[in-house]
């Protein structure tokens, strides 16, 4: 008899959608697309300004979100929060807005909020990793619900704190939470040097962060190609297969066991500098396939 290997099934490819002019839209430009999970911001990324969300809106997305099956929905936070800064009314609106996307996550039946742990500036790295560990804290008591509080590993750009995977390990053993998990996007780990473009990479790569994170705490893939070569530092996404990562980097991502079955989110230009489109979600569901 022939042994059956078993490849666990490809998770749902889906995509950063916007939510402009109330979160049930996002449903609608997810669909258009061939979605089948999503990632919105719930204000804009740029400023500090809280967009109200109805009771109506709330219930508008969850009936679209469970009528289409498109689980799970992850928060975005803002680009402006800083949580590793020293400066107090930085860390203050930081805190308060991660806090605020957490209880809205919990609100519109999100899975969690995925958010950058920042830059330290002119700080050294253990002050930074310490505001960030006790604003983590903070943020986690200031909304005690049940949706996941996920670091995004940073593109190892000048001063960002949460690039290597020891660091991130670091934060999520110190914060000492459940609720604490982590977001792999491959730009950024590819420019921070963890190379993805061969499965013999992949598993390097993933041992280490085994190592030091463990493979339980990734809950979620960010799918973006890389405009820069290997550990360059720069966060510049390019469309899926056009960039330095490249279609063979993308095939071995997707059928890597440990990471296969991952939620995949799509933040690439789109080929009409629209942002996702249906053309990437393609492209990755054929590397997948
Ligand atoms: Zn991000
Ligand atoms: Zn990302």
Partial sequence: MMATSSVPPLGKLGAHVSAAGGIPNAIDRIRAIGGDCLQIFISSPRGWQKTTITD?????????????????VYIHALYLANIATSQAELRAKSIDALAHALTTADRIGAAGVIYHTGSKKDQDLSRAMANVVSALREILERSPGTSQL???????????????????????????????????????????????????????????????????????????????????????????????????????????????????????????????????????????A
């Fill in 56 to 72: 109506e809106q709330v219930a508008a997305f969850r009936a679209g979100v469970a009528e289409h099956d498109l689980t799970p």
């Fill in 150 to 288: 996920i670091i995004e590993g940073s593109a190892g750009q000048q001063g960002a704190v949460g690039s290597p995977f020891a660091e991130l390990g670091q934060m999520h053993r110190e914060v000492g939470s459940d609720r604490v998990k982590v977001c792999l996007d491959t730009c950024h780990m590819f420019q921070a040097g963890y190379d993805v473009r061969t499965t013999e990479a992949i598993d390097r790569t993933l041992a280490e962060f085994d190592r030091e994170v463990g493979l339980a705490q990734l809950v979620v893939m960010h799918a973006n190609d890389a405009k820069a070569e290997l550990g360059r530092g720069l966060d510049r996404h390019e469309n899926i297969g056009h960039g330095a990562i490249g279609k063979a980097g993308f095939q071995a991502l997707l059928h890597h066991p440990s990471l296969r079955s991952l939620p995949w989110i799509l933040e690439v230009p789109g080929f009409e500098g629209l942002g996702p489109d249906a053309e990437n979600l393609e492209i990755l569901r054929k590397l997948g």
